[in-house]
Every structure is written in C-alpha cells, then in structure tokens.
C-alpha cells in the first residue's frame, strides 16, 4: 500500500487552516514534538510554545505562533486542538479491497456487493446484506439477516448475530459481539428454576457508530437495541437489551447500560460508570467515572458517586466524609468536659455512638 503524501496546501485545505511558508512543500508525516524529524508535522496546542526543533520541521498552531516565531512554516489553524483529528486523518492508512477471500464462506442467499470486502475465513449467513465499500477484514460473523451499511468496517473477530443492521460508515472493533440474547430472566418460585424470556428483536445502529474491541450489545426483547448515529463506544462496555442510545454519546471503558435504559443525545458515560434499568439519562448529561445512576438525570445534569447525585453535592459529601475523624475527636473531648468522670466506666456508649477509651 502506497504512503500517503500530502503538501501544506493539502493540509491547510482540509482543516480550514492557512499554509504558511511554501505551500507545495511535501509533509511525510505528522509525530509529535519530541520525536518530529524534517519534513514531518507536529501539533502545538498554545501560542507561547517554541520548542527548539531542527530546520525542515512543519507546525500545526495557532497564527500567533508563526506571529512570534518568523521563519517557521507549517499550517495556521484558529483552534489547533479541535482540527488536529483532521490532519491525522490525512495520514491514516486504511486498505480497501473488493472481492471475496477463498477461504470465506458466503451463503448463496446473500446480498454481497462486488465493491465490499468478505475477508478470510469470515462467514456470512443467509439473507445477510453487505454494501459497497464494506470491508470485513477477516473471522468476521454475520448473521441471518445482518444489513451492513455502505463503507463501514468491522474488524476480525467480531460477532454480528440475527438481525443487526449498521448504518454507513460505522465501525465495529475486533472481538465485539452484537445481536446476543439479552439477559431476560423471570426468578423461579417456590424452587423451580429461573426462567429465560425469548429474545425476538434486533440491533440497530445509526450512521458513523463506532462500537471498541470486547463490547456487546444484546438484542431486544420485541424492538431493537438503538444505537444513534455518530455515538461513539469505547472498549469493554455492555449495553443490555432494550435500550435506546442517542445521537452523539459517548460511552467510555466498562461501562453498563441495564435494560431498557434510555440516553438522551450527547450523553457521556465516563468510565466505569453504569444506568440502572429504565433509567432516563437526559440530553447532554454526564455520569462521572465510577457513578451509577439510579434514577433519571436531568438533561445537561453531572452527576457522580452511588447511587448517582449532583456533583457538587457529591463533592460536599466526600469533602465532609474525610472531616469524620477529626469530628468525632472533637465530640469526644466536648463529652469529657460536658459529663467529667461518665466516660470512665469501660464499654460504655458515649452521645457520639463510640464505645468510651479506658
């Protein structure tokens, strides 16, 4: 696969920015400041960075920068933080391929387009449909009746049971399994065992969803699981049956959406962070790490802690936690003053709930 190359013209074009210096001049890549060689990029995120690099190094910052340091060249941008993902994405290699690997197994009722990828050793069941431009890069599974919108990728080992269906441009990480059974149990009574509830719906995500490596998302019980469009998932999360995922979230390492749980759009799940079953997260809201919503937040809420509450009620009720000891110690010295002599009988309960010193 032939190395991209792109010109401070090319870079400046795609990101908005303005090239300064010479234009045409090629750029081989983009590193970062500690580690840029000539002819490379690198992104400096203030004005008042000018870190001592040789000649033939390109910047990526803000115009007050080449402002203050004349002589350097690169690319002016007004916010160099927000554009950087677009210059990466100028340097980003990704093969595409058409056809279908010998080692692949395609069932004949099938919708495969002659544009999209069936990588080695992938299998793809019956009435499964796969757009142009997809690229099943290999040991990819695909259901009976999976729908793979146009130009998305699904990395080897991924798991894509009955009746999920992508929009385009998504991409699903190594190892995620979408489309299990989710966990639908009534308890048993009087000893009988529990009881498993089919699980007749589907998965559905919407345009430009990524889904990380290990994550699952179990189908509905009757409707499909939704996922939004351009809602992004991190590595090892699971999102149960049932619950409906808005546009633009983000949903950050470990964490755990309970069924039939709802999250309004541009929500953000920090890591580790969980939803309790029915739980209403309102629109731009965010569950710090760790916290666990049991109940509905507001929309643009931040809430932490468990069971989740405002964060900054939150942060006052640790802040009053970690002053306890030295609380007690204090009601314990106004208990000698106030009862002289009741605090020497051993084991005997004082006003502050302690057991009296010896």
Same mark, same amino acid.
């Given at each position: 696969?032939?190395?991209?190359?792109?010109?401070?013209?090319?870079?400046?074009?795609?990101?908005?920015?303005?090239?300064?210096?010479?234009?045409?001049?090629?750029?081989?890549?983009?590193?970062?400041?500690?580690?840029?060689? #000539?002819?490379?990029?690198?992104?400096?995120? @203030?004005?008042?960075?000018?870190?001592?690099?040789?000649?033939?190094?390109?910047?990526? $910052?803000?115009?007050?920068?080449?402002?203050?340091?004349?002589?350097?060249?690169?690319?002016?941008?007004?916010?160099?933080?927000?554009?950087?993902?677009?210059?990466?994405?100028?340097?980003? !290699?990704?093969?595409?391929?058409?056809?279908?690997?010998?080692?692949?197994?395609?069932?004949?009722?099938?919708?495969?387009?002659?544009?999209?990828?069936?990588?080695?050793?992938?299998?793809?069941?019956?009435?499964?449909?796969?757009?142009?431009?997809?690229?099943?890069?290999?040991?990819?599974?695909?259901?009976?009746?999976?729908?793979?919108?146009?130009? %998305?990728?699904?990395?080897?080992?991924?798991?894509?049971?009955?009746?999920?269906?992508?929009?385009?441009?998504?991409?699903?990480?190594?190892?995620?399994?979408?489309?299990?059974?989710?966990?639908?149990?009534?308890?048993?009574? !009087?000893?009988?065992?529990?009881?498993?509830? #089919? &699980?007749?719906?589907?998965?559905?995500?919407?345009?430009?969803?990524?889904?990380?490596?290990?994550?699952?998302?179990?189908?509905?019980?009757?409707?499909?699981?939704?996922?939004?469009?351009?809602?992004?998932?991190?590595?090892?999360?699971?999102?149960?049956?049932?619950?409906?995922?808005?546009? *633009?979230?983000?949903?950050?390492?470990?964490?755990?959406?309970?069924?039939?749980?709802?999250?309004?759009?541009?929500?953000?799940?920090? $890591?580790?962070?969980?939803?309790?079953?029915?739980?209403?997260?309102?629109?731009?809201?965010?569950?710090?790490?760790?916290?666990?919503?049991?109940?509905?937040?507001?929309?643009? *809420?931040?809430?932490?802690?468990?069971?989740?509450?405002?964060?900054?009620?939150?942060?006052?009720? &640790?802040?009053?936690?970690?002053?306890?000891?030295?609380?007690?110690?204090?009601?314990?010295?106004?208990?000698?003053?106030?009862?002289?002599?009741?605090? $020497? %009988?051993?084991?005997? @309960? %004082?006003? %502050?709930?302690?057991?009296?010193?010896?």
């Amino acid at each position: 696969m032939e190395k991209k190359q792109r010109t401070l013209n090319d870079i400046a074009t795609a990101t908005g920015g303005k090239a300064v210096g010479g234009g045409e001049n090629p750029v081989a890549g983009v590193a970062s400041p500690g580690r840029v060689r #000539p002819g490379e990029i690198c992104a400096l995120w @203030k004005d008042g960075e000018a870190p001592d690099l040789p000649g033939g190094v390109f910047f990526f $910052a803000a115009p007050g920068f080449f402002a203050a340091s004349p002589g350097r060249f690169g690319v002016a941008v007004e916010d160099p933080r927000r554009a950087f993902p677009l210059l990466l994405s100028l340097f980003e !290699e990704r093969e595409r391929r058409s056809g279908i690997h010998p080692s692949a197994v395609v069932d004949p009722g099938a919708s495969v387009s002659p544009l999209a990828w069936i990588g080695p050793l992938s299998v793809v069941e019956e009435g499964a449909v796969v757009e142009e431009g997809v690229q099943l890069r290999g040991r990819v599974f695909l259901g009976k009746g999976c729908f793979v919108g146009a130009h %998305s990728v699904i990395e080897p080992g991924a798991v894509l049971l009955e009746s999920v269906r992508t929009g385009r441009n998504c991409l699903i990480h190594a190892g995620a399994v979408l489309g299990c059974d989710g966990f639908g149990i009534l308890p048993g009574e !009087e000893g009988a065992p529990p009881r498993k509830i #089919p &699980q007749l719906g589907g998965v559905l995500l919407g345009d430009g969803v990524e889904i990380g490596a290990c994550t699952t998302i179990d189908r509905g019980t009757l409707d499909d699981t939704e996922i939004g469009s351009f809602t992004k998932v991190d590595d090892h999360v699971h999102i149960a049956h049932n619950a409906k995922i808005g546009r *633009g979230c983000i949903l950050v390492a470990m964490t755990g959406i309970a069924g039939s749980a709802v999250l309004e759009d541009n929500v953000t799940m920090a $890591a580790r962070s969980g939803a309790a079953d029915h739980v209403r997260i309102g629109r731009g809201a965010t569950v710090a790490a760790y916290g666990g919503a049991t109940k509905d937040v507001p929309p643009k *809420g931040v809430v932490s802690g468990f069971p989740a509450r405002d964060h900054g009620e939150n942060f006052r009720i &640790q802040a009053a936690l970690r002053r306890l000891p030295d609380l007690l110690g204090r009601v314990k010295r106004l208990e000698r003053r106030i009862l002289p002599g009741k605090d $020497a %009988s051993p084991g005997k @309960k %004082s006003l %502050s709930g302690e057991g009296t010193e010896e």
